[in-house]
């Protein structure tokens, strides 16, 4: 009985493990795995074996900015089991990611908890870190933005819910700065990607330079910017990033004035 009653508070429960094939992964990409639990030192009922993909962003409360964790996606890797005291059970474990998994660039982490659910015990849980590649498709992309003279200044995950996709309530905002050929026309160029299996929609944010007293006028009213939206689908992703790198020229090039 007593070592029942302190198992319920987490001292000599069951113990919970993800051991990963590799820890980098594209978004949309898919993790293996063996999930290697431990029995403590009494018998224990577990109701799920679960998995979240969880990140965080930034959200400004009353002037102030502040982290909060956001659940990417749930996987359930096991039903209703017992776990018997001081015994060791491994099973393999393989979901995919969502495309729209925030990429780790800057400060955006992303990582898995396991946790198991048992009933009227603290759930033992296990926190493993992802490095996240950018989504096939958006990689292209990215290549694009660069071989236009665009340079990566920041990544971050902000909270927009009138941007978001996918129920989330946040975006991942990446933030260039031109170096080359719009040095003297922009000051910025930010892009959040919505990859998915045929392709990939973008929204543009295209902030021009500030030229003259009506410059300074529209920058103050923040009406240099415009926002674009955009679809690539995989016929012209296939093309190469030279094609896409030309289109996103001709579309930028008409914000430039």
Same mark, same amino acid.
């Given at each position: 009985m007593f070592n029942r009653i302190? +198992?319920?508070v987490g001292i000599g429960s069951a113990k919970v493990d993800l051991m990963l094939d590799q820890d980098t992964v594209p978004a949309g %990409?898919?993790?293996n795995g063996v999930v290697r639990i431990t029995g403590g030192n009494v018998d224990q009922q #577990?109701?799920?074996v679960y998995a979240y993909i969880q990140t965080q962003y930034i959200r400004e409360?009353?002037? !102030?900015?502040?982290?909060?964790k956001a659940t990417i996606a749930k996987f359930l890797l096991a039903g209703k089991f017992t776990i018997a005291a001081n015994q060791h059970y491994e099973f393999p474990v393989s979901f !995919?990611?969502?495309? %729209?998994?925030p990429v780790t660039m800057g400060r955006t982490p992303v990582w898995i908890q396991t946790g198991l659910d048992?009933?009227?015990?603290?759930?033992?849980k296990d926190k493993d870190y992802l490095h996240i590649l950018p989504h096939p498709h958006s990689s292209i992309i990215l290549q694009a933005v660069e071989q236009l003279g665009f340079r990566l200044r920041e990544v971050s995950c902000e909270y927009a819910p009138r941007y978001a996709r996918g129920g989330y309530s946040f975006v991942q905002e990446f933030e260039f700065v031109p170096t080359t050929h719009y040095r003297g026309q922009l000051d910025e160029l930010e892009i959040i990607f919505y990859p998915n299996e045929n392709g990939v929609e973008l929204l543009l944010q295209i902030d021009r330079r500030a030229r003259g007293l009506t410059g300074l =006028?529209?920058? +103050?009213?923040? +009406?240099?910017?415009? =926002? #674009?939206?955009?679809? =690539?689908?995989?016929t012209q992703l296939s093309q190469g990033v030279h094609f896409i790198a030309n289109e996103l020229n !001709?579309?930028? %090039?008409?914000?430039?004035?």
């Open positions: 302190l +198992a319920s %990409g898919t993790i #577990v109701d799920d409360r009353n002037d !102030h900015k502040m982290y909060e !995919h990611l969502p495309p %729209g998994t048992i009933k009227d015990a603290v759930d033992p =006028f529209m920058e +103050a009213l923040d +009406a240099d910017e415009s =926002f #674009v939206r955009v679809q =690539f689908d995989r !001709h579309l930028i %090039g008409r914000y430039t004035y």
